[in-house]
């Protein structure tokens, strides 16, 4: 197989790697009934006019397993925490005490339950889709080898590879979803 062929394949797994981890985080942000400070990733707290990340504005801890404590580095940061909080619409209430905010965990009805499976093969069908993309853009770019001097057969092989890259990503995408699915039914 030329190198070039080589490149593509190697070129396909790195983004296929991205594109698992993406999966894999956005998979985390989904509750499965246990407190985790994960669920907070991607609220951003207004700090003095600049929109900044929870986890940069205090420390997010996990007590127990039904409680999420936030202790703000400035208590002036308490009320814009807890605002971040309720607009983000995650389905949990933050109490602010004047020292931390405390997020208990309600845990989840069977129908709560069913609607995070339901979320979670959502988020893994775009993972699937990441993946087939990457896989239509590599067998793309090696076609265009052929201007290159890349022979037919060669060209061939270099797409069979990229197939076998894509369908043992897949399998990977599909055990994430297993393993959370099994987390979120687990009562």
Do not use: C, F
């Amino acid at each position: 197989m030329s190198e070039l062929i080589k490149k593509q394949l190697s070129d396909a797994k790195a983004l296929m790697d991205k594109a698992i981890d993406h999966a894999d985080n956005e998979l985390a942000k989904i509750r499965a009934g246990k407190a985790s400070p994960s669920m907070l990733d991607g609220i951003v707290v207004d700090y003095y006019g600049t929109p900044t990340p929870l986890s940069m504005v205090g420390n997010v801890n996990t007590p127990d397993a039904r409680t999420i404590v936030i202790q703000p580095w400035e208590k002036s940061l308490l009320v814009p925490i807890e605002k971040a909080i309720q607009e983000a619409n995650l389905g949990m209430n933050p109490q602010n005490d004047g020292i931390i905010i405390r997020i208990n965990v309600p845990p989840l009805t069977e129908e709560r339950r069913r609607d995070l499976v339901k979320r979670v093969k959502g988020e893994v069908e775009v993972g699937k889709v990441a993946i087939r993309n990457i896989r239509k853009e590599a067998n793309e770019k090696i076609r265009k080898l052929k201007s290159e001097g890349v022979s037919e057969d060669e060209m061939k092989t270099g797409e069979g590879e990229v197939q076998k890259l894509t369908d043992a990503y897949i399998i990977k995408v599909d055990q994430l979803s297993d393993a959370k699915e099994k987390d979120i039914m687990t009562v």
